[in-house]
T-cell receptor, first 111, second 115 residues
């Protein structure tokens, strides 16, 4: 079992929809949870991170972590065609700088 | 300087040749990381530096791979005797050790094709 599991999709939604992206992880030592956006043939771009459990909101993006179920979510409200990209979850433990990534979910937002 | 810079962006090499990639991190960042990403997969950790010291290496980093960060500024990743399985995107990232948050910012990557 991989340490971070993420459904690769692809996921296709109409413009304006609410998008839910999810990951599960197996290592209970993980404390930091990141979401990266990666456009085709580009490097990953950090969207946001959370520490331990809870929610964090940044504009149209909300990240949620439920450590009891080892479940990570990213919600995108009012999705736009420019949100079309691959979304990668990543995590690491306290005091560690080695990120463990999921495979990424490819999202297409259709105008 | 607005981000992590990687050169070259693309490299095509013949099997058995040596290649070297360069990464220039964000100027005030003291930590620098190398990752490898293959098609349809997330990035996989290779190694990281705090200033000039190489503190962690993945088992993915075989003897043919070597990374350096002289003077704690730019870094190079060399692959000797390249194999077709080395074809991938090599990503560099950097972070600043603020509150011990691993907030890593990635460059655009170097895409290596071994033919």
């Amino acid at each position: 079992q991989k340490e971070v599991e993420q459904d690769p999709g692809p996921l296709s939604v109409p413009e304006g929809a609410i998008v839910s992206l999810n990951c599960t992880y197996s290592n209970s030592a993980f404390q930091y949870f990141m979401w990266y956006r990666q456009y085709s043939r580009k490097g990953p771009e950090l969207l946001m991170y959370t520490y331990s459990s809870g929610n964090k909101e940044d504009g149209r993006f909300t990240a949620q972590v439920d450590k009891s179920s080892k479940y990570i979510s990213l919600f995108i409200r009012d999705s736009q065609p420019s949100d079309s990209a691959t979304y990668l979850c990543a995590t690491t433990g306290a005091g560690s700088y080695q990120l463990t990534f999921g495979k990424g979910t490819k999202l297409s937002v259709i105008p | 300087d607005t981000g992590v810079s990687q050169n070259p962006r693309h490299k095509i090499t013949k099997r058995g040749q040596n290649v070297t990639f360069r990464c220039d991190p964000i100027s005030e960042h003291n930590r620098l990381y190398w990752y490898r990403q293959t098609l349809g997969q997330g990035p996989e950790f290779l190694t990281y530096f705090q200033n000039e010291a190489q503190l962690e290496k993945s088992r993915l980093l075989s003897d043919r791979f070597s990374a350096e960060r002289p003077k704690g500024s730019f870094s190079t990743l060399e692959i000797q005797r390249t194999e077709q399985g080395d074809s991938a995107m090599y990503l560099c990232a950097s972070s600043y050790d603020r509150d011990r948050v691993p907030e890593a910012f990635f460059g655009q990557g170097t895409r290596l094709t071994v033919v």
